[in-house]
């Protein structure tokens, strides 16, 4: 109950993402009703209380359905209660061979505990229903394979007592006579039954909820049942309780429950409280593919398009201009005979114009080129003087968010980091994740820390740097480069670091 509150108490206090994934490893512990269900030939049963640990793994293939397995370890107890005699005839006295006599064992308040170790097997049919992004309901029906390992009878009190009767002199009653095994004995006797016992199987199921803790951890709170509809017993067995040496009636051997004919089949019955710590993560691969498909299918869609639409306003273009050839040819047609030489002079100045035109179309585009290779080389000389310095590139966030807030002139050398980056693929930056004081400290370092440096990572991907070219840590707000006393000195503080590797 310890454990139960204090998970319910840390699950009210974190900020959780997801309830729901593809794979979830974890242990599992709990307990309750555990114990073996027999019926005794002469006495009375009351089961007992046991515990459950194992550890387990879930997949699930869609939203609501999956599949588990694991290994579990289990301790039942229960109790058999007698108070019966037990009568063996056709004995002999020792002393007196020819003396037969009957003894008599009388059970009183005879109070005998067994318990079992079992390592179980399950496998599961698993059904899942998410209510929200933190709370999903999880069940399941299997089967569970179980090997007993180890077993125990222990004597808990109460006392049996032994008597002879010799008809041959007159129903003579011995009780008091020890060494000849006549005596009430008070037994702490306890023997190992696990040789005895084989592998069995169960019905199982269980129902609880998971609740995340954040984005892969998460606490399982339910219930659990399991029903051995296997005989842990071996074969049946034919000795009595009380085994008496029919050649010394002082030897007597106490063979318990499971060991003699009291009881021929005993069944495990697991039922109780479940709570299990697992960790979960999705099918990186399958959304991947998803994601692949899904971008292949638009750009398939999108160059479908932007064909059609090109070939239309081809087809198009080309009607126009036949029309307009046409209506020229006529006309040129028409005034060709009067207008000879003046076409043939305009024609040629045309042509002399165009040429003129096509030139100076040329040395623009040359003069743009060499513009834009000069300014790209300025930028990457830019950036390589800031790698080779040691210097880093900062980038500045608001206050409890992961947004970039560039200012004045970060946006603009970031770009120009992205720029060289995406033309240089051996390039290796470190992206270093800041916060100022505002909030929980371990926060700031394992979330928000990082988030702003994935923030960061995030969009220089977008620019076309490939994402294994970025490493991404965060420092949180142990590195300040200003006083987090005034809010200049915050704002300064919330920043993202490029530093070249």
Not at 191 to 210: E, P, Y
Request: proline fraction near 2%; glycine fraction near 8%.
């Amino acid at each position: 109950m310890i454990v139960l509150f204090a998970a319910a108490a840390l699950t009210l206090s974190v900020s959780a993402q997801q309830a729901a994934h593809d794979n979830y490893v974890g242990v599992n512990f709990g307990g309750g009703l555990n114990t073996m269900l027999y019926k005794p030939a002469n006495g009375q049963q009351k089961v007992g209380m046991g515990f459950d640990a194992g550890i387990h793994y879930a997949r699930f293939f869609n939203q609501w359905a999956g599949l588990g397995v694991g290994l579990q370890y289990s301790w039942a107890n229960a109790y058999a209660t007698y108070n019966w005699n037990e009568v063996t005839t056709g004995l002999t006295h020792p002393s007196n061979p020819n003396t037969p006599y009957t003894l008599t064992t009388g059970f009183s308040n005879f109070v005998e505990r067994q318990n079992v170790g079992v390592l179980s097997i399950p496998v599961e049919a698993l059904f899942r229903k998410s209510f929200n992004d933190r709370v999903a309901l999880i069940g399941g029906v299997g089967l569970s394979l179980d090997l007993p390992i180890h077993g125990a009878y222990i004597a808990k009190g109460g006392s049996y007592s032994t008597t002879g009767v010799f008809p041959a002199i007159g129903s003579y009653v011995i009780s008091d006579m020890p060494e000849h095994g006549f005596s009430t004995y008070t037994t702490t006797q306890n023997a190992k039954f696990n040789n005895r016992a084989k592998v069995g199987g169960s019905l199982i199921a269980d129902l609880g909820a998971r609740i995340a803790l954040d984005d892969n951890w998460g606490l399982y709170v339910g219930v659990s049942f399991g029903y051995g509809f296997t005989n842990l017993l071996g074969a049946a067995k034919t000795d009595e309780m009380i085994m008496v040496n029919t050649a010394d009636a002082s030897k007597i051997d106490y063979r318990g429950t499971f060991d003699s004919n009291e009881t021929a089949k005993v069944n495990l019955l697991r039922c109780g409280l479940k709570i299990a710590i697992d960790f979960g993560w999705p099918n990186t691969k399958k959304q991947a593919e998803a994601e692949r498909l899904a971008r292949e299918e638009a750009e398939r869609l999108a160059a479908e398009q932007a064909a059609a639409k090109a070939a239309a306003e081809k087809a198009e273009a080309d009607r126009l201009a036949a029309e307009q050839a046409a209506a020229q040819a006529e006309a040129d047609r028409i005034a060709a005979e009067q207008e000879a030489a003046r076409a043939a002079a305009i024609a040629d100045a045309e042509r002399q114009a165009r040429e003129d035109a096509e030139a100076q179309a040329e040395a623009e585009r040359r003069a743009r080129e060499e513009a834009e290779a000069k300014a790209h080389a300025e930028r990457v000389a830019r950036i390589n003087a800031i790698k080779a310095s040691g210097e880093s590139v900062t980038v500045h966030f608001e206050t409890g968010g992961a947004d970039l807030q560039f200012k004045a002139g970060e946006q603009t050398i970031v770009d120009e980091v992205c720029e060289v980056m995406a033309e240089d693929a051996t390039m290796r930056i470190v992206i270093i994740g800041h916060t100022d004081n505002t909030g929980d400290a371990e926060q700031n370092l394992r979330v928000w820390g990082k988030k702003r440096a994935e923030a960061l990572k995030a969009y220089m991907v977008g620019k076309g740097v490939k994402p294994e070219q970025i490493r991404c840590e965060s420092k949180g707000q142990n590195e300040p480069v200003a006083d987090n006393a005034t809010r200049e000195g915050r704002a300064q503080n919330r920043r993202a670091n490029i530093r070249f590797e």
